[in-house]
């Protein structure tokens, strides 16, 4: 029984009927449309309670399962050992960024050369998977800092940016999610994070547009409030990369 004492003309949700078709047709608009629903993962509170080896287990019986309805012969050589791959891809690779035991520790250190200046990290690749339809995001990064008087080493960008994309996404969220970490590591508000990308989702199927990308921004502290350092930062991640 619901806190409301009423149990008539609702579901185990204790929503109206109504409700629960408009927010079906909403929910299914939001993942066409590829809208989040909030900034954080939607993540249960019990989502590491399954080791990796049991929820490894899990997923290959339940691919399997897909498979074997979508007619394929898994005794095949070639089928066999897909579900496996598939579960282990998932666990350990592509959607390992979901457990925050492996968010990466960026060792801070003091700002030595006073370089109070903009730090620019750009073409950080982006591989991620729409949430929606768990199909590649393709993209790159830019990311920009001014020192508050800590600095992290660089790659520590990179990996702060394919830890928040190894997860089921949405430009949105990831390009604010890699903004906060930033915020929370370097102790500063001005940041900024650009991701260009282009949705799979988008041009393998659905509107099968193969040439759009989708441009997504986050600027903090400065880069919102001062147009010259937004321009400045802009103007760099335009300008060609460094030849080797
Ligand atoms: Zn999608």
């Known amino acids: 029984m619901k806190p409301n004492g009423t149990s008539l003309n609702t579901r185990s949700n204790g929503?109206?009927?109504?409700?629960?078709?408009?927010?079906?047709?909403?929910?299914?608009?939001?993942?066409?449309?590829?809208?989040?629903?909030?900034?954080?993962?939607?993540?249960?509170?019990d989502a590491f309670d399954l080791s990796d080896e049991a929820k490894m287990d899990l997923i290959e019986g339940h691919f399997r399962h897909i498979m074997n309805i979508l007619g394929l012969d898994l005794t095949d050589d070639s089928l066999k050992g897909t579900p496996r791959r598939v579960a282990k891809m998932y666990v350990k690779e592509i959607f390992s960024g979901l457990n925050p035991?492996?968010?990466?520790?960026?060792?801070?250190?003091e700002n030595k050369y006073q370089y109070n200046e903009m730090l620019v990290e750009k073409g950080i690749t982006v591989h991620s998977h729409c949430e929606h339809h768990f199909?590649?995001?393709?993209?790159?990064?830019?990311?920009?800092?001014i020192s508050?008087?800590?600095?992290?080493?660089?790659?520590?960008?990179?990996?702060?940016?394919?830890?928040?994309a190894k997860?089921?996404?949405?430009?949105?969220?990831?390009t604010v999610q890699?903004?906060?970490?930033?915020?929370?590591?370097?102790?500063?508000?001005?940041?900024?994070?650009v991701i260009d990308a282009r949705h799979l989702c988008v041009s393998m199927r659905g509107v099968q547009d193969v040439?759009?990308?989708?441009?997504?921004?986050?600027?903090?502290?400065?880069?919102?409030?001062?147009?010259?350092?937004?321009?400045?930062?802009?103007r760099h991640v335009s300008e060609p990369t460094a030849a080797l």
Not at 148 to 164: A, D, E, P, T, W
Not at 211 to 234: C, I, M, P, W
């Open 178 to 193: 890699i903004a906060n970490e930033l915020k929370a590591v370097l102790e500063t508000e001005d940041v900024a994070v």
């Open 101 to 109: 035991a492996k968010k990466p520790q960026a060792a801070l250190f």
């Open 211 to 234: 040439n759009s990308s989708t441009v997504t921004v986050h600027y903090g502290g400065k880069f919102k409030s001062d147009e010259a350092t937004r321009q400045e930062f802009l």
């Open 15 to 45: 929503h109206h009927p109504a409700y629960d078709l408009l927010h079906d047709v909403t929910v299914d608009e939001m993942g066409d449309d590829h809208v989040a629903s909030s900034i954080e993962t939607p993540l249960r509170d």
């Open 167 to 174: 997860r089921p996404q949405v430009q949105e969220r990831l």
């Open 148 to 164: 508050s008087g800590k600095v992290i080493g660089l790659s520590k960008l990179n990996r702060i940016v394919q830890y928040f």
């Open 135 to 145: 199909v590649p995001i393709i993209g790159r990064a830019h990311v920009a800092y």
